[in-house]
């Protein structure tokens, strides 16, 4: 069975542009939460989908953004991107919206801003 | 944005040895998870506790849930050069299950002497 997949892995970009990465998860699963992290950090939440509606959402501006489609694929988006946005942005999958049973991260997408 | 105190910050230790790293906060918890990362890949889950008290193992490692629910300790037993890697330990904090909201530690890195 496939993991949860992140495309693409890696991706360099310029200050101001925009960036969209995307994340399918693990069959069967319905919630999708998106984390960055910086290097020599931990992971820190952005956002969870679940049935298609934001569930939470961390401490980042309004510059990042996510939807959860149909086949409960998710997308994240970046506006305006700044040199401090370079991070490996993970995706992660559970069974249901409540509580973190089944988490499983996919390999995720480093972002360069240059 | 708000993590855990993860301590050690790096290990480097002889095969065979054990090992012992914990997080602490000044927040209840009602999940902690310890995850292990090696270069290029996402978390890979480790050990889930959902209960205070709990004391769980999965092979070599070990891992309790404290009772103050504020704190969780993994122990690995007879470490091997393949034990390598940033070991995470991660919380959801107690009321905001439906947000799949997962907090992160700074990490341990693990070295491993053959």
């Known amino acids: 069975d496939a993991g949860v997949t992140q495309s693409p892995t890696h991706l360099i970009k310029t200050r101001g542009q925009h960036v969209t990465l995307r994340c399918s998860p693990i069959s069967g699963h319905k919630s999708v939460s998106w984390y960055q992290q910086v290097l020599g950090q931990g992971p820190q939440f952005i956002f969870q989908y679940y049935e298609k509606e934001e569930r939470g959402r961390g401490n980042f501006p309004d510059r990042f953004s996510a939807r959860q489609f149909p086949n409960y694929s998710s997308e994240l988006n970046v506006n305006a991107l700044l040199l401090g946005d370079s991070a490996l942005y993970l995706c992660?999958?559970?069974?249901?919206?409540?509580?973190?049973?089944?988490?499983?991260f996919g390999s995720g997408t480093r972002l360069t801003v240059v | 944005g708000q993590q855990l105190n993860q301590s050690p910050q790096s290990m480097f230790i002889q095969e065979g040895e054990d090992v012992s790293m914990n997080c602490t906060s000044s927040s209840i918890f009602n999940t902690w998870l310890w995850y292990k990362q090696e270069p290029g890949e996402g978390p890979v889950l480790l050990i889930a506790?959902?209960?205070?008290?709990e004391l769980t193992s999965n092979g070599r490692l070990t891992a309790q849930f404290g009772i103050t629910r504020k704190d969780s300790f993994l122990n690995i037993s007879a470490s091997i050069p393949s034990d390598v890697g940033i070991y995470f330990c991660?919380?959801?904090?107690?009321?905001?299950?439906?947000?799949?909201?997962?907090?992160f530690g700074q990490g341990t890195t693990l070295q491993v002497k053959p």
């Open positions: 506790l959902y209960k205070a008290g």
């Open positions: 991660a919380g959801q904090l107690d009321g905001s299950s439906n947000t799949g909201k997962l907090i």
């Open positions: 992660a999958s559970s069974l249901a919206g409540q509580g973190t049973y089944g988490y499983t």
